[in-house]
């Protein structure tokens, strides 16, 4: 299909009695059936979006430090909607502003913030400790719940290049801002993340971002790919009442008296070949994940700073978390 066309559910072609089908008939009976929920969300997916911003920002607190005297210092409120909703639209700081402009009675700004303050607080050390909060109060919506949590990593950089189209060898020497990222199975929320510098292996940011999964999720299962099958990571994962599924070499061989976490993860794999590969088949939908991220808020970032560019991809994270927080409820409430 190409961007521009549109699939019809074929029930709607269903008509009792009728033998020639004409757009009048076809425009009644979708009025009457209507689409499906996902392609009604998806129509409203930035409206219901901003409004759930509003809401978020108008009840997260911020406990900002004011000063007596001088100019007030602008809303962290205002900063935090102008830059979750430069990630909705992918805009630049000089577009964002006209944006803003147009939602100012939707979202009541104390002051629009410009370019040039857009710019400075999005370096700001502080925005580094308010988006975790914020990306924490966000999974405080969720209830508690049993789920299936899948761990992978990508990067973000200033390039043109997609992450996933550079070299494994070529990305370590460059100057990407690589996200340990750990999301839920069932609704593709992120539950936990570690931005470092591009040569640092995944293995040795498993334990961090495992740690650091919200406590409304408590893991069963355990999804990752190769990288994540080493004895310390398969013990930590077993340690935290939860079945490690991850990628095993392909010239593993049987142990007739396994010890080790990675020898019983082999058996399992070898001797019931189908039910791993079936569990196992749930790692692709993090790239899922990933592919939903950079297709609604693009896969570049526009910071040069190494604060920036961190608070810019936390930024995103919020945003998808958002997006999908929005789906959700409309999902359930429809």
Not at 93 to 116: A, N, Y
Request: proline share 3%.
């Amino acid at each position: 299909m190409t961007p521009t066309e549109v699939q019809i559910p074929s029930d709607l072609f269903k008509f009792a009695g009728q033998s020639v089908i004409d757009l009048w008939n076809l425009h009644e009976r979708i009025t009457i059936e209507g689409p499906p929920s996902y392609e009604r969300w998806s129509t409203t997916d930035i409206v219901l979006g901003l409004y759930q911003i509003k809401k978020l920002a108008d009840d997260f607190s911020f406990w900002q430090h004011r000063n007596r005297i001088g100019r007030p210092a602008m809303e962290e409120r205002d900063l935090l909607i102008a830059f979750l909703c430069g990630q909705f639209f992918d805009a630049t700081w000089r577009r964002l502003h006209g944006i803003l402009v147009l939602f100012q009675d939707l979202f009541e700004f104390t002051r629009i913030p410009k370019k040039s303050v857009l710019s400075k607080y999005n370096c700001s050390k502080r925005w580094l400790h308010l988006w975790k909060r914020f990306f924490s109060y966000i999974l405080s919506q969720f209830p508690e719940r049993h789920s299936t949590v899948i761990s992978d990593a990508t990067g973000y950089s200033g390039r043109k290049s997609h992450w996933r189209d550079v070299d494994h060898g070529l990305r370590c020497i460059q100057d990407w801002v690589k996200a340990h990222v750990v999301i839920e199975s069932g609704t593709m929320l992120i539950l936990s993340y570690s931005l470092t510098d591009s040569g640092v292996h995944e293995s040795q940011e498993f334990a961090n971002i495992w740690e650091s999964i919200h406590d409304s999720v408590r893991p069963k299962r355990s999804l990752a790919d190769g990288g994540y099958t080493s004895n310390d990571i398969l013990q930590l994962v077993r340690e935290s009442k939860a079945i490690p599924f991850h990628g095993i070499r392909k010239d593993a061989v049987l142990h007739t008296k396994p010890e080790t976490a990675y020898q019983k993860l082999v058996n399992f794999a070898l001797h019931w070949v189908n039910r791993f590969k079936k569990i196992y088949g749930e790692r692709n939908l993090i790239e899922t994940a990933f592919w939903m991220m950079d297709a609604s808020f693009g896969y570049r970032i526009r910071s040069r700073s190494d604060i920036g560019r961190k608070n810019e991809v936390q930024a995103k994270f919020c945003a998808h978390n958002i997006r999908m927080l929005a789906m959700l409820c409309y999902m359930y409430s429809g």
